[in-house]
């Protein structure tokens, strides 16, 4: 069974930081790529950062120079560095995992909240 189960989450003042894991196993497929997704009440998922197994990464302007991705291919697992956090970064987090003949594949969310 494929599973991927992220941890990290939580509650942290505006300005702190916090560090994102989301480790993926259970699939006989390759990992190509992964990603980390987010959504805030009443609005739409969406794309925060991605990263290739070959380490090439990209992310929405709202996050660059803030946030950093991760990928460790040896684990399949992808981690999102979040520094600065600001009340708007507040959402349930998600991860991806892309592979190479398989569907995508989704992590079940952890919230975080930035709040004073």
């Known amino acids: 069974q494929v599973q991927l189960v992220e941890s990290g989450g939580g509650l942290v003042q505006p300005g702190g930081s916090l560090r994102l894991s989301c480790a993926a196993s259970g699939s006989p497929f390759t990992i190509y790529g992964m990603e980390w997704y987010r959504q805030a009440p009443g609005k739409p998922r969406e794309l925060v950062a991605s990263?290739?197994?070959?380490?090439?990464?990209n992310y929405a302007d709202s996050v660059k120079g803030r946030f950093t991705i991760s990928m460790d291919n040896a684990k399949n697992a992808v981690y999102l560095h979040m520094n600065n956090l600001k009340a708007e970064d507040t959402a349930v987090y998600y991860c991806s995992a892309d592979y190479v003949g398989a569907p995508r594949r989704w992590g079940q969310g952890t919230q975080v909240t930035v709040s004073s």
């Open positions: 990263i290739t197994n070959g380490g090439s990464s």
